[in-house]
């Protein structure tokens, strides 16, 4: 799988150690375009459509289901649609099904401050529906989103706010607030903009909830795109930055953590990559880690797709089930090899049993310790694990292509 020019996606684990442990410490206005919408799923009332441009679009269906789909922007059913965010305007939502139909087809809905304005009567059964697209996007971006959504996710944020709230598109109320000031943007591979953040002090944080945590189904996956700006972070933890996670205090109330290594640093980990799951106190942190054969592989202002995965329902032969559980990561749809690494991956490399705490999950740092400089987007966090087919799905829907490469020992593009 080759790397995206431009764009990064990845996926890390916190606190240090030998082997991918860690050492915790005590201490404009939006456009509307005209993609293509998909035929309706049946959601069942109302479908907020939001754009990364600004624009956005709420339905409030009057009877049949509503369709996802379309680009950035679009909204689904029938009914009226209300501008929500950006600027000024409103456009109207054509190929809507009346509030007695079936409800497959879409409707689109333009944002501004002003109330957009949707059609219900639409042509009875089309199944295409007009997009907004995101300011100086491209369109299809809404087509990632709802990808994403479709495999439900209990928070996702696409981290196009730059300042303020950013919000929980899933509904579930997991909004994160901006610190540090406004972020500046970077561009997506699908043309969506993303938060991209300077460093210090610049980080968004979300309050903490069971749907957050590992023990609460026994399931947990975390997934990201970042774009690191350089490789040798200015503030970082003794030669890497946990770039996310739920250990904003290490102990008493650490969870599970995503990291990247500068590309020099004293463990010769060169822009390693990882996922970690720890005990509330933190200390060595039981870990899977994705590293490239050649250093150098990951490359500065390149995208790419991170994907941490925790279970406690399955432990990988060859460790030890009075610790139950295992860690997997993928980077760009390719996923490591557990099977190449000993105990690494296993809960029971370090004696780890997480558990559900109250700490905050941040996003462009961990601890406010280290800090990440450059973008990070599009972050799911599920109760579920996805499985392999989804994740490359969600890096094909974003790019375009399908992943390539392998891992074993080390891993490649």
């Known amino acids: 799988m080759g790397v995206i020019s431009g764009f990064l996606v990845l996926a890390a684990a916190s606190c240090q150690g030998d082997d991918d442990a860690t050492t915790g410490m005590t201490g404009g206005t939006g456009n509307t375009g005209h993609g293509a919408g998909t035929a309706g799923k049946g959601q069942g009332g109302a479908t907020a459509g939001r754009s990364a441009g600004g624009s956005a679009g709420a339905a409030t269906a009057t009877g049949g289901a509503g369709a996802m789909g379309g680009s950035a922007g679009s909204v689904a059913g029938s009914g009226a649609t209300a501008g929500r965010s950006g600027g000024a305007g409103a456009g109207a939502g054509s190929g809507g099904s009346s509030g007695s139909s079936s409800g497959r087809s879409g409707a689109s809905g333009s944002g501004g401050a002003n109330a957009g304005r949707g059609t219900s009567g639409g042509e009875g059964g089309n199944d295409t529906g007009s997009g907004g697209v995101p300011a100086g996007g491209s369109p299809g971006g809404s087509d990632y989103d709802a990808t994403v959504l479709a495999d439900g ?6 981290m196009t706010a730059l300042s303020g709230t950013e919000p929980d598109l899933t509904g ?3 909004d994160g607030t901006y610190h540090g000031g406004t972020t500046t943007s970077a561009t997506l591979p699908n043309g969506d903009p993303a938060a991209d953040f300077a460093g210090n002090p610049q980080y968004v944080s979300v309050p903490s909830h069971a749907a957050l945590s590992i023990p609460t189904t026994k399931n947990l996956t975390w997934e990201a795109w970042i774009r690191p700006d350089v490789l040798q972070f200015d503030e970082d933890s003794s030669g890497y930055v946990d770039w996310m ?4 205090e290490y102990s008493p109330t650490c969870e599970w953590e995503a990291r990247m290594y500068n590309m020099t640093n004293s463990s010769n980990r060169c822009n390693r990559l990882s996922a970690y799951a720890f005990n509330p106190t933190a200390d060595l942190g039981s870990g899977a880690y994705w590293e490239a054969g050649t250093c150098g592989t990951i490359k500065a202002d390149n995208w790419y797709h991170i994907v941490g995965e925790y279970t406690l329902e399955e432990t990988p032969s060859g460790c030890d089930d009075s610790y139950p559980g295992r860690v997997d990561i993928w980077v760009n749809g390719v996923q490591w090899n557990q099977a190449s ?19 905050a999950l941040n996003i462009g740092t961990m601890a406010k310790d280290a800090w990440f400089q450059g973008s990070i987007a599009k972050v799911a966090i ?12 969600h890096y094909q829907a974003m790019t375009g292509k399908a992943p390539t490469g392998s891992c074993q020992s080390t891993c490649s593009f």
């Open 382 to 393: 599920y109760d579920v694990r996805l499985s392999n087919e989804k994740v490359r799905s």
């Open 153 to 158: 996710p209990v928070m996702y944020l696409a």
């Open 245 to 248: 996670g739920k250990c904003e």
């Open 341 to 359: 690494h000993g105990d690494t991956g296993c809960m029971s490399q370090y004696s780890v049993k997480p558990e559900a705490n109250d700490s």
């Open 172 to 174: 579930h109320g997991h």
